[in-house]
């Protein structure tokens, strides 16, 4: 599969702590995207990067690519009850039409 | 701000029932497309459309079709519903395949139950 995948399945944290998940993909890649879902609803995108960007910021979120490991990190500082959802890595494989998502990430931050 | 719309947040069918789901963008993007959200599986993409009256399968289009007849609009068919075709179906709409305008924006998903 060329799906990405994402570590680890679940977290749980205590509001204010930093919150960091991984994703690993298998083809190199022309970008990569984070998503995020609530309970119940539609993915919203929140950060893109590209192949030949090592890392990119937008407000609290971080996102690193390392290509040589062919793997991503997001990190979320200074987490918020608000920010509990799941998160879903998104990769768009050199040649490819379309984007591939991982089974995603539950983040819970408890208050 | 783009909005993609879907036809019924809820829906109930019957096996055999030939089920319509619509979805409608309103930010005039070439692509769209299709998914199912089942747990454990993430997302899957079931098809896709690059224009008008163009459709390309993804990676599970058997017992789906679908329809593009005009720009805004992509409609999800199921001819005959399955059980194994209860899911959380999502769709989604891009710009464009490179680079920034390759984010894809969803709609709020229809729960689908098959009885």
């Known amino acids: 599969s060329q799906q990405g995948e994402e570590d680890p399945q679940a977290l749980s944290i205590q509001e204010g702590e930093n919150a960091t998940m991984n994703c690993s993909y298998k083809?190199?890649?022309?970008?990569l995207q984070w998503y995020r879902q609530n309970s119940g609803r539609g993915l919203v995108h929140l950060i893109l990067?590209?192949?030949?960007?090592r890392e990119k910021h937008s407000g609290r979120l971080r996102v690193t690519l390392d290509t040589s490991k062919k793997s991503s990190s997001l990190l979320i500082t200074a987490s918020r009850a608000a920010d509990t959802a799941s998160y879903f890595c998104?990769?768009?494989?050199?040649?490819?039409?379309?984007?591939?998502f991982g089974t995603g990430t539950r983040l819970t931050v408890i208050p | 701000d783009v909005k993609v719309t879907q036809s019924s947040r809820y829906l109930v069918k019957r096996t055999g029932e030939k089920v319509f789901l619509e979805c409608v963008q309103d930010?005039?993007?070439?692509?769209m497309f299709w998914y199912r959200q089942d747990p454990g599986l993430g997302l899957r993409l079931i098809y896709f459309?690059?224009?008008?009256?163009?459709?390309e399968k993804g990676d599970i289009p058997e017992g789906y079709s679908v329809s593009r007849e005009k720009k805004e609009r992509f409609s999800l068919i199921l001819e005959s519903a399955s059980t194994n075709q209860t899911s959380m179906y999502l769709c989604?709409?891009?710009?464009?395949?490179?680079?920034?305008?390759?984010?894809?924006?969803f709609g709020p998903g229809t729960r689908l139950t098959v009885l």
């Open positions: 990067i590209r192949s030949n960007e």
């Open positions: 998104a990769t768009r494989p050199a040649g490819a039409n379309n984007l591939f």
């Open positions: 989604a709409s891009s710009l464009r395949r490179e680079g920034s305008r390759d984010t894809q924006y």
């Open positions: 930010m005039d993007h070439e692509n």
């Open positions: 083809t190199s890649i022309n970008n």
């Open positions: 459309s690059y224009d008008v009256k163009m459709k």
